[in-house]
């Protein structure tokens, strides 16, 4: 539980202004689940994906056919559904990225 809250206060600094959501961090991604993680873009690894790390593994984050959003570098919270099929990846709904902007994808998949 006090790991939680770290996280909860660690987010909080790093997302000032926004209501904290549940995060999960990428060690406890499981397939089909609707999950937010918080992370830092480790590289953009193609036009529509992005490799995002947290203190307990790496995800790729798809992002379908929409601008790229973030940098490497950058810290960013991410909500979306984990790949039920194949390698684990996380299929991006929305981006919030560390000045409290957040981007919608509207394209999907």
């Known amino acids: 539980m006090k790991t939680a809250w770290t996280i909860a206060a660690a987010l909080a600094l790093t997302f000032p202004g926004l209501a904290l959501a549940k ?3 990428v060690g406890d991604l499981r397939p089909g689940l609707q999950v937010t993680v918080a992370g830092t873009v480790e590289r953009i690894t193609d036009e529509d994906e992005f490799l995002l790390a947290d203190a307990t593994g790496r995800v790729l ?8 959003p973030v940098r490497a570098g950058e810290r960013v919270q991410v909500s979306g559904q984990v790949d039920d099929d ?24």
Do not use: H, W
């Not at 984050?61 to 790229?68: E, F, L, Q, R």
């Not at 194949?86 to 998949?109: F, N």
């Open 23 to 25: 995060v999960t961090t």
């Open 61 to 68: 984050v798809y992002i379908g056919p929409n601008t790229m």
């Open 86 to 109: 194949g390698p684990l990846e996380l299929y991006a709904a929305e981006i919030t990225l560390a000045d409290g902007r957040v981007v919608a994808l509207s394209y999907r998949y």
